[in-house]
Every structure is written in structure tokens, then in C-alpha cells.
């Protein structure tokens, strides 16, 4: 890590005061955290302020399809074990969102940065990490996002040399191809539920084989890595055979294997595996999610689903049937405006269940529901959602935008 030198230039000072004010003017006018406009506007005085803010700082960069935020969380409480953090912890993850975190963390030793799947390459060539963490890759907005085979090509050439240590998980063979390039990988079993992406070999373009957990390339010998860490069940197993056990208030499979990822990057910088584990059952809720909120005399759990591979890992946490799921789709420009995704989503797993569906796209889910010869009832809105179910809990899948709404609706 650099010294405690002030890093930064006049002109970059100036950037950061004047973010700072626009950021809050933007909050006091009732629109949002004002994290992003406070960043666009500081990066436009100072172009080079996101490489000064990170100067100081050993950095964390995290990116996948899903869990990204969550294991930005579960990184950043297991860090604070050894200093003070800055992280983007809302989920800002551009580079305007990113600056405008870092700019308010002066005093910290480590930054924890979530970033988006396109901007990873960006970011790590301006904040030069000291280890990247990748979850995933999974079809994603198919509208504005490059298909996922392109997105692990640009990580690839992206982290080609990359000084940082990779940690990344053994068992997504588009994050394997795309991490090979680096010199330092750590592996983790971390699982993979979702497998309709990687069905092709990302090196050659041959059919995967798949026995069991493992998979391999046919034609060109591409396979996966041994891991040194592992998920097994509600244990991570470290590099030296110890299981370690997973304590989290969070819920379901995927978060466990979050939590295992995290405990590979505490590692690495000297937090014992034991030590970062405890520390994440701190995090309760990450920015909403997994948030149960009474509401008209209900209790509704709030869970964001944004892709196939996030709604198939929500199915497998939800309370058996038959517990009533209220399900909330939009197509705004953060959600990706093409709904064509809905069809990969296997809704049968949803059978049992009384669903109620709302949100800007209610009829094209209606439809995909309809063909998955599943009960529902078309909705207004949330209130009349919630009126339709009986008191008790109530689970509440929302995509991004459709998320957000819910969180003002119920005031959270």
C-alpha cells in the first residue's frame, strides 16, 4: 500500500468538493443518493480522480452477473476486521458511482468496489487492484449487454498480466477461461445452479461435458481447475483441508457461496477464514434485499431477481407452498428493456403457489405463466397484491427497477 501522503492534486480536490455539493443538492431534491450525478461531475473536472481516490488504497473489485453486491458486503465486513473500509455499498457500480463512494472514504485502508460486468477492465486499470473477485457470468439485459461469451472476452484480455490475485469461481467456465489469462488465480468451488450459458466450450467453441460437478472441453482439453477452496455445504473448506462453518443471516445456497468467495479474498489480505466468517453474519439485508417488512398486515420478504440465474437461486430460498409469491416485472433502462428472458426462467418450480403479478410488464409474465400452467392473478398494484393474500408471510420477487418501487411502496 502507498503512504499516507495526500494523493490528491488541487484540481482534484476541487472535483471531489464539487460532487460532494452536487450529490447533495440531488438528495435534497428527493432524487436518489446523488452518488452517480456526484461522480459524473467530479470526473469531468478531474478525468484522472477515480486512479487518485484508489492511490491510497488496497482494493477489492468484484464483479459478476448476480451476488455482486452481496459479496461487495460480506468482503467489506470481513475487511474491517483489519482496517477502516470504503466501499460502494449501494450498488453504484459505474465509474461516476465508484468515484463518488471512494471520494467519501479518506481515512480508509482498503476499498471494496463492486463493478459492473463491462466496466471491469476500466476500473481495474485505474484503481490497480490487489485482488479481483469473479462470481459469475450469466445472460444478463440482453438488450445493452453483449452476450456473456463477449463479456468473458473482455475480462480476459482485460486482466491478460493483471498483477491483482484472481479469486474465482472453479465452476463457471466462462469466469475459468476468463481469469486463465492472469497469473495469480485462486479457485473456488463455489457451485454453479445455472448452467444454460456455459454449454459451449468458451475456449474452441466444443460441447461441454458435464459429469457430476465437474465439466470439461471434449475437443480441446479445457477443463475445469482444481479448486483450494470450496462450499461445501454449509461449511468452507480452506486451502489446508479446515472447515470453516457458515454462519449468515442471509438466506439460500447462492449467499453461502458468496460467503466462501469472501473468506478466499479476506485471505488474501491476512483475515483468517474464521475471523471473516463471523464478521458477515453482521450483514442482515443488502440494501433491501432479503428485507421482511410488515406491510397491510402482512409479513413481505423482498427479494431481487434480475436474470434467469438469479430467479432460479430465488426459487430454491422461498417458504414452501403454500405460501402466496407476489412477482414484479419492469423493462425500464436499468432492468433492460427486452423481457425476452422471462422465457428461460423455469416457473414450474413455482407450482403450488397462489402468485399475484404486478409491475410495468405484468402481461408478458402473465403469458410466460399462462404457458408454465401456473395459478396467478393479474394485479394493479402491490396493495391489491397483498389484499388478494391471506395473513403471514408473504415472498415478494422483484427485477431491479420493479425492486426499487417496492422499497418506496412499503417505506424501507
Known amino acids: 500500500m502507498a503512504g499516507n501522503s495526500d494523493p490528491l492534486t488541487p484540481r482534484a480536490k476541487i472535483a471531489v468538493t464539487a460532487g460532494k455539493a452536487v450529490a447533495a443538492a440531488s438528495r435534497a431534491a428527493g432524487r436518489g443518493s446523488g452518488s452517480v450525478i456526484g461522480g459524473r461531475v467530479a470526473l469531468k473536472l478531474d478525468p484522472d480522480l477515480l486512479a487518485r481516490l484508489a492511490q491510497n488504497l488496497d482494493v477489492v473489485l468484484v464483479s459478476a452477473t448476480n451476488g455482486k453486491t452481496t459479496t461487495t458486503r460480506l468482503i467489506a465486513e470481513a475487511l474491517r476486521a483489519a482496517g477502516p473500509v470504503v466501499s460502494n455499498a449501494l450498488g453504484a457500480n459505474m465509474p461516476a458511482g465508484i468515484t463518488s463512494a471512494l471520494a467519501g472514504g479518506s481515512e480508509a485502508r482498503y476499498g471494496v468496489i463492486e463493478v459492473d460486468e463491462k466496466y471491469l477492465a476500466g476500473v481495474a486499470r485505474d484503481t490497480d487492484p490487489k485482488c479481483i473477485a469473479l462470481l459469475n457470468l450469466s445472460r444478463d439485459q440482453l438488450d445493452r449487454a453483449a452476450e456473456t461469451r463477449m463479456l468473458a472476452e473482455n475480462w480476459r484480455e482485460g486482466l491478460a498480466g493483471s498483477k491483482a490475485v484472481i479469486v474465482a469461481n472453479a465452476d463457471d467456465p466462462l469466469v475459468v477461461w476468463a481469469a486463465s489469462s492472469s497469473p495469480n488465480v485462486i479457485w473456488v468451488a463455489a457451485g454453479q445452479m445455472w448452467k444454460d450459458d456455459a454449454w459451449s466450450c468458451p ?72 475471523v471473516a466468517l463471523e464478521r458477515m453474519y453482521q450483514v442482515q439485508a443488502v440494501a433491501g434485499r432479503y428485507d421482511v417488512v410488515q406491510f397491510q398486515e402482512r409479513d413481505l420478504r423482498l427479494l431481487l431477481a434480475k436474470n434467469p440465474a438469479g430467479w432460479l437461486e430465488t426459487f430454491s430460498l422461498i417458504d414452501p407452498p403454500p405460501t402466496p409469491v407476489i412477482l414484479s416485472v419492469n423493462a425500464r433502462g436499468a432492468d433492460g428493456t427486452d423481457t425476452s428472458w422471462l422465457w428461460d426462467v423455469d416457473y414450474t418450480r413455482l407450482t403450488g403457489h397462489p402468485i399475484c403479478v404486478i409491475g410495468d410488464r405484468k402481461l408478458d409474465l402473465a403469458v410466460r405463466l399462462e404457458v408454465a400452467n401456473q395459478h396467478f392473478q393479474v394485479c394493479e398494484n402491490l396493495d391489491q397484491a397483498v389484499q388478494l393474500c391471506p395473513p403471514g408471510r408473504i415472498e415478494v420477487i422483484a427485477n431491479y427497477t420493479a425492486f426499487q418501487d417496492l422499497r418506496r411502496r412499503v417505506g424501507n
Open 203 to 274: 475456449s474452441c467453441g466444443g460441447v461441454m461435458q458435464r459429469p457430476g460437478d465437474d465439466w470439461f472441453c471434449g475437443e480441446c482439453g479445457f477443463r475445469r481447475p482444481t479448486p483450494s477452496w470450496a462450499l461445501n455445504g454449509d461449511h468452507v473448506l480452506d486451502p489446508h483441508g479446515s472447515a470453516w462453518p457458515i454462519h449468515l443471516q442471509l438466506p439460500g445456497r447462492a449467499n453461502k457461496a458468496n460467503a466462501a468467495s469472501s473468506a478466499a479474498v479476506a485471505a488474501v489480505f491476512g483475515v483468517p477464514p474464521q
